[in-house]
């Protein structure tokens, strides 16, 4: 292998790197607490409103409630993890198209 080979190869990587979107990682046992504490919430909201569909503000709040139930722990690395949650609910429900992380 030249070193115009090696070069090309590590551009290619680096340039694949930058280019490629940034994904969440979450196990799959987080997706799917955090999906039954939204529609158990989601349930209750219907329930106590007349079986009427929340709007998008009421549906962002319900994911903020969700978000904080699936995961109880405090600190810097349960805010960043509810984030996480968040974006995942958010994204998955059509209620924000990107949802960015703050």
């Known amino acids: 292998?030249?070193?115009?080979?090696?070069l090309i190869k590590g551009l290619k990587l680096i340039e694949f790197k930058l280019l490629k979107e940034p994904r969440i990682k979450l196990p799959d046992w987080v997706k799917a607490k955090a999906?039954?504490?939204?529609?158990?919430?989601?349930?209750?909201?219907?329930y106590s409103h007349h079986f009427r569909n929340?709007?998008?503000?009421?549906?962002?709040?319900?994911?903020?409630?969700?978000?904080?139930?699936?995961?109880?722990?405090?600190?810097?690395r349960a805010h960043w993890s509810r984030q996480k949650i968040r974006k995942y609910l958010l994204e998955k429900n059509d209620v924000v198209?990107?949802?960015?992380?703050?």
């Open 54 to 76: 929340p709007n998008k503000n009421e549906l962002f709040r319900i994911i903020i409630s969700a978000s904080h139930i699936t995961n109880r722990r405090r600190g810097i």
């Open 35 to 46: 999906d039954r504490k939204f529609n158990k919430l989601l349930n209750q909201f219907k």
């Open 97 to 102: 198209k990107d949802y960015k992380m703050r």
């Open 1 to 6: 292998m030249s070193f115009f080979d090696w």
